[in-house]
């Protein structure tokens, strides 16, 4: 809650008036209704939100001719930086002594009061602004290098903390903004690798030449870099990269036209589908709109034209329909409009009527020219379509054929089918089972009355790669077809009320080939069922990964995370911590906070290993003070200088030596620390850039608690049912041994298992884990976002498998989490 400022005004921000009581309102009511402005902020969709709007300014200067290089940093506790070398916020005095940068991060939709440029993306999604972001940020700092300085500003949940300052120079121009989404706001605050690197990924195809970098330092830290200097053209080449092209270059068409910049890239190839991605602004349009109507109709229009006119089309009855003249067409059109209308908020569909005519009359004129000027690609082309004509002629045959056969409807079910007794589709359940060891195990496990299963037996045909008829001829889909009912989307006969079942579980290994073929059923439903899915009809079973025994108890666990949390839970059971020198005891609650607290110290300082001496991190965060502003004195420097150097000598052997540099652009000192640890050499740059940072705040905030407990040795002293003391008592020398010795407390007398499969659980044990509806967690399956679903999942169907899967794991088409 950001507190009124109305009866005293805040001593960091002198000067509120009535102009910043709004602007308190304003940004109090993105913290209120956080879906209405940023999207939600519990399933993901939020969070990242928060970066594309940062983003999306850095792409309005790249728009703009200003910008040409964007990074986008996460950090191990959960903030995030964005920087790009764009022209800067401006940063002159606005009204009232308020800069124009504060404007722009606190006021709604100001963005466009400084800016004049044509094209922009800016306007987001929501169209809100940085300043929405600053709202739900529990801090966020400013840098902004513009007009020969250095420029600084921190907020905290859109509050500024003092005005705007220059803390330096610097020849360079850009803005740099770190915030930690805020935890009283987001519930999900964990950013996917996957999810911002799609999308930085698209950015960079959709804007020639610009250079997105993405940089993870969680973990083992990860960096990729998208440069593509031929943009659209590029885009088209990786959807490709599978496939087999029928001619060699991609067709680029360009133009500007009544200030409607227009650019088309196509390409077609030897497989069945079609994969046109509109675009307007940057921003992915899923239901098309007008600049996707007028590429089409201009398409069957040219392409029949040149056939005819080059007489190709000689053995057809009929003119080639819009489906063949696409089929095996992979396209981006990209438009970029200075005042685009869409159907909806969320620029699902384009509307902007005038761009119809607009992309037709490009395309009339640059295909046929095309075509003209290469008559051997030309001519594959049209034969590609030719064939497509004739073969859609006998797939319509064939369709008559399969349906009088039954695989279409349920008037005979599969003899693999273990059906339930229940004819009411919304009270019954249909397993899909990975395996026919599971799938045995499920049919035991069951309960007949509701739930059917399902076996399939390995990989299920890749539907995305296959022409329909291949597909139903395929054993395996036939017979999931058949059990459900409803025919699909392809057949023309797609019923959902004909569903025989409205839970339709996919049941797969959590391992590389369950997941693979827990894809493969995505992908299927996704193409030839989506009405399934849009009704929420489709779920993902989670089995248990840890089964935990003490005596006759059993628990089961979900993940590692439940893992560690219930060794945590066990392990703080009956104990008591103590003090020797007399003072604090801790038990339960408290006890479990303080071993949280320990675990994600250990964990941040393990992140930043990865990139620094971890020791000298800790060594700077326990035994100094040492704050952004020190770096300005040099007393203050050797004295934690000194204190790291004695820190480090009595944990371990090995050399130190610093160094002390000028960091001219934030007119400060830069302290360079090499440490050599046997072979290893680490360099630790302390700088206002690493003082700054949101990980080494949190390793202090909880080295400061921990110091409050009061001096080590402890004592842990195992507790009676009673909650006395018992003889059992151990004197642990320092808060790491603590860690160890309730962690092997925890571990004492528990049978702990790893599932490997589905396979290893018996009938009993996968009733009770992953299909007892009182007890099971399942997810559902959702198409909601537009650029986190379709497109993606197109994009990454035709593209190499590792990524694919990657997908699936991590976001499962936005999967939520449903029961419990
Ligand atoms: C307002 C006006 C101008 C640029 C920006 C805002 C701007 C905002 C952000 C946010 C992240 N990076 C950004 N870069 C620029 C126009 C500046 C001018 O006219 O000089």
């Excluded at 911002?196 to 960096?223: P, T």
């Amino acid at each position: 809650m950001v507190d009124t400022p109305a009866a005293e005004p805040s001593p960091a921000a002198p000067g509120y008036d009535q102009g910043s009581i709004q602007v308190l309102e304003g940004l109090e009511a993105v913290r209120k209704r956080p879906g209405m402005y940023i999207g939600d902020p519990h399933d993901g969709t939020g969070l990242h939100h928060l970066v594309w709007e940062v983003v999306d300014n850095a792409v309005d200067e790249h728009l703009a001719g200003y910008c040409d290089a964007v990074q986008v940093t996460v950090h191990s506790e959960g903030s995030i930086t964005v920087v790009d070398n764009g022209r800067g916020i401006p940063v002159g005095m606005h009204a009232k002594g308020v800069s124009a940068a504060e404007v722009v991060m606190t006021q709604l939709h100001a963005g466009g009061k400084f800016n004049s440029d044509s094209y922009s993306v800016s306007a987001g999604l929501h169209g809100v602004g940085v300043s929405a972001v600053n709202a739900v940020s529990e801090w966020l700092k400013m840098e902004i290098r513009r007009e020969g300085k250095l420029w600084f500003q921190e907020y905290a949940r859109g509050v500024p903390k003092a005005p705007i300052e220059p803390i330096g120079t610097s020849k360079k121009n850009g803005t740099k903004i770190t915030f930690k989404p805020d935890p009283q706001i987001f519930t999900m605050t964990n950013f996917s690798f996957e999810v911002l690197n799609n999308r930085l990924r698209e950015i960079s195809f959709l804007n020639a030449g610009l250079e997105v970098v993405l940089e993870d330092e969680r973990g083992e830290g990860k960096k990729v870099t998208h440069k593509f200097e031929g943009g659209i053209r590029e885009f088209v080449e990786a959807l490709n990269k599978k496939k087999t092209p029928l001619h060699d270059s991609v067709i680029y068409l360009h133009a500007v036209k009544d200030g409607v910049d227009i650019e088309i890239a196509m390409q077609w190839s030897d497989s069945y589908n079609e994969s046109i991605f509109p675009y307007t602004n940057n921003v992915f349009n899923r239901d098309g709109g007008t600049h996707l109507t007028g590429l089409r109709t201009a398409l069957t229009r040219v392409i029949n034209q040149y056939g005819s006119r080059e007489k190709l089309l000689k053995d057809l009855k009929n003119p080639l329909g819009g489906d063949d003249v696409r089929e095996g067409l992979t396209a981006i059109i990209s438009v970029k409009h200075p005042d685009p209308a869409f159907s909806s908020q969320t620029k699902d569909k384009l509307v902007s009527s005038e761009v119809k005519g607009i992309v037709e009359s490009v395309v009339n004129e640059k295909l046929s020219q095309y075509l003209e000027e290469d008559p051997k690609s030309g001519k594959r082309i049209v034969e590609k379509a030719v064939l497509a004509a004739r073969a859609r002629e006998a797939a319509r045959r064939a369709r008559e054929m399969v349906q009088r056969k039954g695989v279409l409807d349920a008037s005979t079910l599969p003899g693999k089918l273990a059906d339930c007794q229940s004819k009411d589709p919304s009270e019954s359940e249909l397993y899909i089972v990975e395996g026919d060891s599971a799938g045995g195990s499920a049919k035991q496990g069951r309960d007949r009355r509701f739930q059917a299963i399902l076996p399939l037996r390995g990989k299920i045909l890749n539907v995305e790669r296959a022409r329909f008829e291949k597909m139903l001829s395929s054993a395996e889909i036939g017979t999931l077809i058949t059990a459900l009912g409803c025919g699909v989307e392809g057949g023309d006969n797609f019923d959902i009320d004909k569903l025989r079942y409205h839970h339709v579980i996919i049941m797969t290994d959590a391992d590389v080939d369950g997941s693979h073929i827990r894809t493969l059923l995505l992908t299927f439903f996704y193409r030839q069922m989506p009405k399934l899915i849009d009704n929420g009809y489709l779920y993902i079973a989670q089995p248990p990964l840890y089964k935990v025994k003490r005596g006759k108890k059993l628990r089961y666990l979900q993940d590692d995370g439940a893992l560690s949390r219930f060794l945590i839970e066990t392990g703080t059971d009956n104990v008591r911590l103590s003090m020797t020198a007399g003072g604090t005891q801790l038990t339960g609650e408290p006890l479990r906070n303080l071993l949280k607290d320990l675990s994600r110290f250990r964990l941040l300082l393990e992140n930043i290993g990865h990139r620094v001496d971890p020791l000298v991190v800790e060594a700077l965060v326990t035994a100094t003070d040492l704050a952004v502003g020190d770096l300005a004195d040099k007393a203050k420097i050797e004295t934690a200088l000194e204190a790291i150097g004695a820190h480090v000598s009595a944990k371990r052997q090995g050399e130190l030596s610093a160094r002390i540099e000028q960091d001219e652009e934030h007119d400060r000192q830069r302290i360079v620390i090499e440490t050599q640890h046997g072979v290893t050499r680490r360099t630790t740059t302390i700088d206002f850039d690493f003082l700054s940072a949101g990980n080494v705040a949190e390793l202090r905030q909880i080295h400061q608690g921990i110091v409050a407990l009061g001096r080590p040795p402890f004592v842990v002293t195992m507790l009676d049912k009673d909650g006395k003391p018992t003889e059992d008592s151990t004197e642990v020398p320092d808060i790491e041994s603590l860690w160890a010795n309730i962690d092997a407390r925890a571990r004492r007398g528990l049978g702990i298992q790893r599932y490997k499969g589905l396979g290893e659980m018996n009938p009993d044990e996968l009733w009770e884990t992953t299909m007892d509806p009182e007890m099971r967690t399942l997810l559902q399956v959702r198409i909601e976002d537009a650029l986190e679903a379709e497109e993606l999942f197109s994009v990454l169907m035709g593209d190499q498998v590792e990524p694919r899967r990657a997908f699936i794991e991590s976001n499962a088409l936005n999967v939520t989490n449903l029961d419990i």
